[in-house]
């Protein structure tokens, strides 16, 4: 499907779902509050192309929609993963025969994963120091604590095992070059990021902006640990992610000696980044450091408090030259992840049995937040 975000936004444009608003709007509560008019009416995605205090344009409720979810990945992912666990049922054992009604999975297989490139649009352009505060992001209640990256691809390595993860976690800008990020330790970047107190390490960590929709999905998806979402991204995508070399390995980073920045060379190994991407920040969060992140409007339709959080340092930003900024707007049901977490839900829940052999079927209900409230269906023994 697409491989980057302004594919998915031609084809919007395309089959009429977006509107593009030309007149100049705030991303303080102005750009929320048109969202969510927008979206109560089951509304166009929405570009707005003239933000103020910022270059760059924003887009937001790409997803909001059933119609707008089929646009975005068709319906092969699904066909895909239906077919998988088809056979892994038929071929418990294994038949030559059987094997052979299954060569196009052989085909499909190998589009998994990633695959490098040497040039990438998202190194169309290079800051450093990193500037966060031209990047428009938003803030979508009265009571939030501040503007808020709402579709982070927060991507982290382990320290020991080298193992990736691509998860979501709301960011929250202190200022032009740190924010907290809203990590638990049962999460895959918060696992990371413990393992390397426990190291007494900084751990290095990228936040993507954009690319192909397929990793905005892949980064909430409930998957097993072992799973990579990069995986999922390129079954979505139908095709491989392009990563391409982090510059900063060579070229190093800017720090502050006796007043002056100096370039110095970086003790940390800085991710590939991904090469669709309109963003990529690449940075570190020091060990035991915490500030208040938060009060944040959630979506359950209340605040989540003030806690104390990790702290990520931005070193410098890649973007491309027409770069733009996704985000969605976070509140009571329905709202647009409504229809993400409707979506994934039909794309994975053919894998329930094979997990959980008793159970038949099972669906959580996006009105409660997804979280509160789930059917199942088993079988009696």
Not at 8 to 26: P, S
Not at 36 to 57: M, T, W
Not at 264 to 270: F, G, M
Not at 318 to 347: C, M, N, S, W
Request: net charge neutral; with cysteine.
């Amino acid at each position: 499907m697409h491989k980057n975000l302004r594919s998915f936004v031609e084809t919007l444009r395309r089959e009429n779902e977006l509107t593009e608003i030309k007149a100049e709007v705030d991303p303080y509560l102005e750009i929320a509050e048109i969202h969510r008019r927008v979206i109560d009416e089951q509304g166009k995605a929405l570009l707005f192309k003239n933000v103020k205090g910022s270059p760059f344009p924003v887009i937001t409720n790409l997803f909001g929609t059933a119609k707008r979810i089929d646009l975005a990945f068709g319906k092969k992912p699904q066909e895909l993963v239906k077919k998988a666990v088809e056979m892994v049922e038929v071929l418990l054992p294994p038949q030559p025969k059987e094997l052979w009604n299954f060569r196009d999975l052989a085909f499909s297989a190998l589009k998994l994963g990633t695959k490098k490139v040497n040039r990438a649009p998202v190194l169309e352009v290079y800051k450093q120091p990193a500037n966060l505060e031209e990047i428009p992001l938003l803030q979508l209640w009265h009571e939030d604590g501040g503007h808020f990256i709402t579709l982070p691809l927060v991507y982290t390595e382990s320290p020991t095992s080298g193992k990736h993860n691509l998860g979501m976690y709301r960011i929250h800008r202190y200022d032009r070059e740190t924010t907290g990020i809203h990590w638990q330790i049962h999460k895959g970047g918060g696992f990371h990021y413990a393992e390397a107190e426990k190291l007494n390490q900084s751990l290095p960590v990228t936040i993507f902006l954009g690319g192909a929709p397929a990793l905005m999905l892949s980064a909430i998806a409930p998957l097993p640990e072992d799973v990579p979402e990069l995986v999922l991204a390129s079954v979505l995508a139908d095709g491989k992610i392009e990563t391409v070399e982090n510059p900063l390995s060579t070229l190093g980073i800017l720090e502050k000696n006796g007043g002056r920045l100096k370039t110095v060379e970086s003790p940390l190994k800085y991710h590939r980044l991904i090469a669709e991407a309109e963003f990529a920040i690449c940075g570190r969060v020091a060990p035991f450091e915490r500030r208040p992140e938060g009060a944040f409007g959630d979506h359950y339709g209340y605040y989540s408090l003030v806690h104390d959080y990790p702290v990520f340092r931005a070193d410098a930003v890649f973007h491309r030259k027409d770069a733009i900024y996704p985000a969605t707007v976070v509140g009571k049901p329905r709202q647009e992840d409504f229809y993400i977490g409707d979506y994934l839900q039909e794309l994975l829940s053919p894998l329930f049995p094979l997990v959980m052999p008793a159970v038949r079927d099972l669906w959580s209900y996006g009105e409660t937040g997804f979280h509160s409230l789930a059917a199942a269906v088993i079988k009696e023994r």
